[in-house]
């Protein structure tokens, strides 16, 4: 059997199946990344609800394997030469995942490179961005007085929904019909701007045909609808 001792973070969430990926997160736009390309590629794993709610992911067992406290991390028992690897940030499970299996990325290097450009594209703009709307627009930020900040992020928001709406006008996915981990790390993220962030009108999301008809596109997905639920909030 797999030995996931060396790991504290097993200790607190227990692996029923530790030969399996062992995926620590909640169903939140950077989990859900993960989830959604796991289920994507058939890897078999076992998902652990840490729940933000109870500030679980700033437990030490947690902090010991993603020091940033965010959602979410990951250890893989049979990493690279076969030895387990933990790690945290999505992109670079996002990564990790695609050069473990050769897929939901494209092989040719040129593309390749692309590709990764748009996952540090959301990781850089996207993500901190629309979080800081749902902030302002949903959470306590909507209590000050002073709207410049919601301003300054709905304005930046509606410009970065403005970049991929130029790159998805006549194509399918983000790399044209090459269905990839930047689809993936996106589409999380722009469901809840306009869902869960309550932020729909407040960027005119409606202003943007390609992204909504690529958000739809990408929702319909079986991989997508089961890993937007997963882990499964407790």
Partial sequence: MTDLSAFPIATRWPARHPDRVQLYSSPTPNGVKISIALEELGLPYEAHFVDIGKNESWTPEFLSLNPNGKIPAMIDPNGPGGKPIGLFESGAILLYLTDKTGKLIPADPIRRYET???????????????????????????????????????????????????????????????????????????????????????????????????????????????????????
């Fill in 116 to 234: 990764i450009q748009w996952v540090f594209f959301q990781m850089a703009s996207i993500g901190p961005i629309f979080g800081q709307v749902g902030f302002f627009n949903k959470f306590a930020g909507r209590e000050i007085a002073d709207k410049r900040p919601l301003e300054r992020y709905r304005d930046e928001s509606r410009r970065l929904i403005g970049v991929l709406e130029t790159r998805l006008k006549g194509r399918k996915w983000i790399m044209d019909d090459d269905y990839t981990i930047a689809d993936i790390s996106m589409l999380g993220w722009v469901r809840n701007l306009i869902g869960f962030y309550e932020a729909r009108e407040l960027v005119g999301f409606d202003d943007f045909p390609d992204v909504a008809a690529w958000l739809e596109r990408g929702l319909a997905r079986p991989a997508v609808q089961r890993g937007l639920n997963i882990p499964a909030r407790a």
